[in-house]
């Protein structure tokens, strides 16, 4: 079955910094990538998403880049904030069935 | 607001006891989900549905059922609660395959 992973459990960060949260999948059949923040009671936010003929894509201060080739999706956060501290997981769909895969999570955390 | 709301919020269960968790979406989103979260790890998909009237197991399906009557429900039940099911539980729904899941904030359940 596919697997996802992460390769680091916790990030910290200097605010203002720029964040970079990996993400390593197995199954070269996944079409679409999608990255969640959970802040601490809270259920997981949609962040950002990308389709498998796509490697990048931006929105408000955030990029996520896929790497097809070696299987690796990452998720880059601008001039981080004290409120991007969170638990940030990468997800994928390898079919038409509308189940996500859920990677383990990365915490990151904001140093003032 | 529209969104996923989850009731109860929180809950703490004698061990053998039956106990139903709700989820109502007002998105009008076809596909419905739920997912448990064991501390300081992801999720773990429990229980989907593609559409109202359809069900399907996940990951995690033992012990757990759940129903799709209508569109905008779909609760989960726990039939003779175990120790091993205290969890954060969460709802989510999208559109449809390659559509962000959208979620609850959870409901924290301690089984005693």
């Known amino acids: 079955g596919e697997s996802v992973g992460l390769h680091l459990p916790t990030l910290s960060v200097q605010e203002g910094d720029n964040s970079i949260i990996n993400c390593a999948y197995s199954n070269s059949a996944s079409d679409y990538f999608i990255w969640y923040k959970q802040e601490s009671g809270k259920g997981p936010q949609f962040i950002i998403d990308?389709?498998?003929n796509m490697d990048k894509r931006q929105g408000q201060r955030v990029t996520v880049l896929l790497n097809k080739t070696v299987k690796h999706l990452s998720l880059q956060i601008a001039a981080t904030q004290p409120g991007d501290s969170a638990v940030y997981f990468c997800?994928?769909?390898?079919?038409?069935?509308?189940?996500?895969?859920w990677g383990a999570g990365t915490k990151l955390i904001i140093k003032p | 607001i529209a969104g996923i709301t989850q009731a109860p919020t929180s809950q703490i269960l004698a061990a053998g006891r039956r106990m139903t968790l709700r989820c109502t979406q007002d998105m009008r989103h076809n596909a419905m989900y739920w997912y448990r979260q064991d501390l300081g790890l992801g999720l773990r998909l429990i229980h989907y549905?593609?559409?109202?009237?359809?069900?399907g197991k996940g990951e995690v399906p033992d012990g757990y059922s759940v129903s799709r009557a209508n569109t905008d429900d779909f609760p989960l039940t726990l039939a003779s609660a175990v120790p091993s099911q205290t969890s954060v539980y969460f709802c989510a729904s999208s559109d449809g395959w390659g559509q962000p899941q959208h979620f609850g904030d959870g409901t924290r359940l301690s089984i005693l």
């Open positions: 549905s593609n559409t109202a009237g359809t069900t």
């Open positions: 997800a994928l769909t390898e079919d038409s069935n509308y189940q996500l895969i």
């Open positions: 990308i389709r498998s």
